[in-house]
């Protein structure tokens, strides 16, 4: 039995987050503007069933695939928002599952950090790489949640909110991460808006 662990729709990706994932991608990489779905199944194996009926749905294009022995995830993406809805509708047919089947994600830290340190950035700009980097003095929001797939839209939502620098965005394995940057105020409204996002993730 395939379990649905995450299932979330971005409706436009913003520009720092469409281009940290084209950086990580191994697959085909998404623009900002692109619709985007991010989903995650457990066991592992069963993404490869959710991957070939999404993408053979509609003309979609596959993002990026992770495929773990408990939990499986992939994302897809497109400019025309209706072939990503589709593809969604599709698959969640194809696996007897409703949005609402989806695991409820939990925050399990969350904390804004402000007037980071010279050596501290320097720190966290040597282990995240993918992204931006984070300059002294600025403030710094982390967030962990599980499902990890959530922490995706939580970043995009903090985009559209504020000013800020993403820095670093992990959406596999047993907890998704976001660490972002910025001004105190920024971080403050950008923070908000992530929590929103966790608190009500988008299906449609």
Known sequence: MVKLRTYVYIDSLQPQLA??????????????GDACLWVEVSPGMAIHRVTDI????????????V????????????RDQSDVLQSGTT???SIGADVN??????IEWQEIIRGMSN???????RQHRGGSMMLPGESMFILETQPAGYIVYAANQAEKAANITLIDVRAVGAHG????SG???????????????IENPSWT
Not at 58 to 65: D, G
Not at 67 to 78: D, K, N, Q
Request: with cysteine.
């Open 19 to 32: 281009e940290y994932m084209a950086s990580v991608s191994q697959g085909f990489p998404p623009v900002p």
């Open 91 to 93: 698959l969640l047919a």
């Open 183 to 197: 001004r105190e105020a920024d971080v403050e409204a950008a923070a908000a808006a992530a929590i929103r996002a």
């Open 119 to 125: 050596d501290h950035t320097v720190l966290i700009n």
């Open 101 to 106: 089947d989806r695991v409820h994600c939990v």
């Open 54 to 65: 999404a993408l053979k749905a509609t003309q979609v294009k596959l993002t990026q695939q």
């Open 67 to 78: 495929v773990e022995r408990t939990f499986g995830s992939m994302v897809i993406h497109h």
């Open 177 to 180: 991460r976001l660490t972002l």
